[in-house]
């Protein structure tokens, strides 16, 4: 029987006496090929020459620029220069407004809370360091004091004042209450609630509103937003959530007497993103308009 060869017609393996070893298998012969015709071998780490080598070498003037604007982008904020200018401005019989609406506006509330800090170190009163927002309401007045007075409070506590304000200024303006608190994330309300400051209620907005707020469904859905308990955007409820609060509502509508309790604890509980699909929901199945409905059932829901 003939045997098999991938030799072709090697002499070696013609040759071949029967009783000695076998040639060697042409697998372990050493391969030659494409890069044993190059000569020097090249180096897998050198690197094909491509024409870089011949462009000019980058600008320093560029390279330190771009490590300039890199360092803007990630500066932090130094309260301290603008601190030493607003004691500067209300050092002064009539304060100069300039640096207040160049600087406070500006401010983030972080940045605020940074600058108030940072005032109460140069500006002092028998060693105290003094409040800006107080300074300025102290040394300012009108509208335009009102408005630099609130800008310093900060993001948090200028919502208690505006909450605090409405029966401060002897009259109803209960659009200042929807404003500062309606709508408001958990977050957003426990900051609130921590930063409101009224001695006469022990700085509880919960208690300033109970007392100053006469007892009527405004007053109920105010004070359950201030428990900041609301649904979270981030929380995305079941679709049979949502058909169960637009069947609620409308049910709520149409009932001669009440409902409206069912109405408040929808519209404060919910986010703002069920509350859309809700509303939307509530048009295309019962062809209404839920807010103006809402309205026309009881003023107290506003």
């Known amino acids: 029987m003939g045997r098999l060869s991938v030799s072709g017609n090697r002499p070696d393996v013609q040759a071949w006496v029967p009783g000695q070893l076998p040639p060697g298998s042409p697998l372990l012969e050493a391969y030659r090929g494409t890069y044993q015709s190059i000569s020097p071998m090249p180096s897998p780490m050198m690197l094909p020459s491509d024409g870089l080598d011949d462009l000019p070498p980058l600008s320093l003037t560029s390279s330190r620029d771009s490590r300039h604007i890199e360092k803007k982008r990630v500066k932090l904020y130094d309260a301290e220069e603008d601190a030493l200018a607003l004691v500067d ?50 040394k300012t007045s009108g509208n335009f004091g009102k408005i630099a007075y609130v800008t310093a409070l900060g993001k948090y506590e200028s919502e208690g004042y505006w909450a605090n304000f409405w029966y401060q200024a002897h009259g109803s303006r209960r659009e200042l209450l929807i404003e500062a608190l309606m709508g408001r994330s958990n977050a957003e309300m426990r900051a609130i609630v921590d930063a409101f400051m009224d001695k006469r209620y022990g700085d509880s907005l919960t208690k300033c509103m109970d007392k100053e707020l006469k007892a009527d469904k405004f007053r109920e859905a105010v004070l359950l937003a201030v428990q900041g308990k609301r649904q979270e955007e981030t929380d995305a409820y079941p679709l049979e959530y949502r058909n169960r609060d637009v069947d609620t509502l409308y049910r709520a509508l149409k009932s001669k007497d009440g409902g409206e309790r069912a109405i408040i604890e929808i519209v404060v509980r919910r986010s703002d993103a069920h509350l859309r699909e809700v509303l939307k929901t509530y048009e295309r199945k019962y062809q209404g308009n839920f807010a103006r409905e809402a309205l026309r059932k009881s003023g107290n829901l506003v």
Not at 108 to 130: A, F, N
């Open 89 to 138: 401005a209300l050092s002064h019989r009539t304060p100069d407004a300039e640096p207040i609406i160049d600087i406070l506006p500006a401010l983030t509330h972080d940045q605020m809370m940074e600058l108030r800090s940072e005032y109460k170190k140069h500006c002092k009163v028998q060693g105290r360091g003094i409040n800006i927002a107080k300074h300025l309401k102290l």
